[in-house]
């Protein structure tokens, strides 16, 4: 296994990511953590990454030489070069022509690390950088030049320390693959190994091993594909000793409670179902702060799963379906950005409780967990499901909740997915969905005024909800939403689209 220490940079995340897909199992660490903590990890080789600072800033990352004396080999990737260079004494100088996006280096000497590339050759590679090396440190030798860095790739071929100041991991650098192929095969002498299915494997041995015979593990279930895959993934390991908790916050889609409990039915998981929809009702009501309503939403749930929890005997772990980037947002070094919205999440469950966590796929992407639960036999919609979120319709009704409302928003919200499942758009798409705006407008029907709810369409398109566009639905499909809304919801004679990207809006409404 590899070990990829983040510096900062925007594509730590894919630097591990291509480690995996050339079969090597790969963990990212935030650089500051201690040299004991890399040794007991093992590794085979480690990546520096990218970053955005200058070896020279007074606030740099930087890192122990001890590092350097392990034998174990090391790659460093841009400013994971430059720290390399600096700290074995070479030279980093910031470089009145900055680098950014494509270039052309030219190898001066093929070794493991450039094994198939050809001297003299160039390629084209995709650069980030404002600083550069100028002297190398003892030992060091160019591997590759550009017309801007003398030392495009610096090698120290009895230490096994590789640098190259271009970054192998993204799709534009065509020698990419090759270059991180040999790091892993040839320099590291890795074993391809590491595939999904024998993910799946080993996370099963692992739980079982963890957790003891009289212990339990709890986890929640939302119904979306983090929480079900991982519930599945602890059932094969310890059977129903696994208690998976199903909450109705009475905030759900149209038949989504039903439909939950008979897929995890079928997944043969015996589901602990709670209606606490009266208590989250009852405290939202009067409520119109989206943030008060997002607090007492997540604190109910927690106050609920606790006391529902405690039905059961020697609980002792927590089973989450913690992703790789809600990691990254919690450990990032960079610190705390502001708080635009409170996300639900059971965060606080584990100290309040005593209880250890289980996060099977904390190291993997969301397209990864797709992949695990196709190879677990889910069903596409499952797999393909839009995400929701926790707070569920409370954040798609915009003020203050009630039952009147909620019915409405179910009844739009069921047409917009029906028809965007029919006409094929519900997969191209982020999210689709209805919001209900409190407010009523002047309408007429037959021949009679009416005075009504709007409901908002919305439909984005984006890679990872950080950004996102509207989609350019086309009108026929914008045409039946609204005749159909209007038509069949009662209670609503209007409906408009919104057309308002993120930033400066946000996807949901609150
Ligand atoms: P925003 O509205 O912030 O949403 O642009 C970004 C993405 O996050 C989802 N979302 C949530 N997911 N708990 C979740 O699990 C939440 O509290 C929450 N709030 C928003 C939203 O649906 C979108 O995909």
Same mark, same amino acid.
């Given at each position: ?13 894919? $630097? ?11 963990? !990212? ?32 990352? @930087? ?19 430059? @720290? ?15 680098? *950014? ?31 550069? !090396? ?31 100041? *271009? ?15 040999? *790091?892993?095969?040839? !320099? ?13 494997? =080993? ?14 593990? $709890? ?8 929480? %079900?895959? %991982? ?35 079928? @997944? ?32 109910? *749930? ?26 990254? =947002? ?26 250890? @966590? ?59 997915? =029906? ?30 005024? %009416? ?60």
């Amino acid at each position: 296994k590899v070990l990829v220490l983040d510096f900062g940079s925007q594509t730590t995340q894919l $630097i591990a990511r291509r480690i995996r897909e050339l079969g090597v199992y790969s963990e !990212i660490k935030p650089c500051f953590i201690s040299l004991e903590e890399i040794k007991s990890f093992s590794p085979s080789g480690i990546v520096f990454s990218g970053g955005p600072s200058s070896v020279y800033d007074k606030n740099a990352p @930087l890192i122990d030489k001890e590092i350097f004396s392990l034998g174990i080999p090391i790659l460093g990737i841009c400013y994971g070069a430059q @720290l390399i260079t600096y700290i074995l004494g070479g030279v980093v100088e910031k470089s009145d022509k900055r680098e *950014f996006g494509p270039a052309y280096i030219e190898i001066l000497k093929t070794n493991k690390l450039f094994k198939g590339l050809k001297k003299n050759k160039k390629y084209k590679v995709w650069m980030s950088h404002s600083d550069r !090396i100028e002297k190398l440190p003892e030992g060091f030798y160019a591997l590759a030049k550009t017309e801007n860095s003398p030392f495009a790739a610096i090698a120290h071929e009895t230490k096994a320390l590789y640098g190259v100041q *271009f970054h192998p991991e993204v799709i534009h650098t065509e020698i990419g693959k090759k270059i991180l192929h040999n *790091f892993l095969f040839e !320099i590291c002498k890795c074993k391809a190994d590491w595939n999904m299915p024998s993910f799946i494997e =080993e996370t099963i041995k692992y739980i079982r091993n963890l957790v003891k015979d009289e212990e339990k593990v $709890i986890c929640a279930l939302s119904g979306g594909i983090d929480s %079900t895959v %991982t519930a599945i993934l602890v059932h094969k390991a310890i059977d129903d000793r696994l208690i998976p908790i199903f909450v109705n916050n009475g905030l759900l889609r149209k038949n989504e409670p039903e439909e939950v409990l008979d897929l995890m039915r079928s @997944l043969g998981l015996k589901v602990h179902y709670v209606d606490a929809s009266s208590i989250f009702l009852s405290r939202l009501k009067g409520i119109k702060d989206p943030e008060k309503k997002r607090k007492i939403i997540g604190e109910t *749930f927690i106050e609920i799963f606790e006391r529902e929890a405690q039905k059961f005997e020697n609980v002792r772990y927590l089973a989450q379906g913690t992703l790789y980037p809600d990691v990254i =947002e919690s450990t990032s070094f960079r610190g705390p950005s502001a708080t635009i919205k409170t996300h639900h999440n059971v965060g606080a469950l584990p100290e309040k409780m005593n209880l250890k @966590l289980i996060e099977p796929l904390r190291e993997l992407f969301k397209d990864e967990v797709r992949k695990i639960a196709e190879l677990l036999g889910l069903p596409k919609h499952i797999v393909w499901r839009q995400p929701f979120p926790g707070p569920g319709l409370a954040v798609r009704i915009i003020g203050e909740i009630d039952e009147e409302k909620l019915n409405i928003l179910r009844e739009a919200d069921a047409i917009v997915t =029906e028809e965007m499942l029919k006409s094929g758009w519900y997969y191209k798409v982020w999210q689709s969905f209805a919001v209900l705006l409190p407010i009523k407008t002047v309408g007429v029907m037959g021949d009679l005024r %009416t005075y009504e709810y709007v409901i908002a369409i919305r439909c984005v398109e984006s890679q990872d909800a950080m950004t996102a566009d509207w989609v350019k639905l086309p009108y026929e499909i914008l045409e039946k939403l609204s005749n159909r809304i209007i038509n069949e919801v009662k209670g609503v004679n209007r409906v408009v689209y919104d057309i308002s990207p993120k930033p400066p809006a946000t996807i949901e409404w609150e």
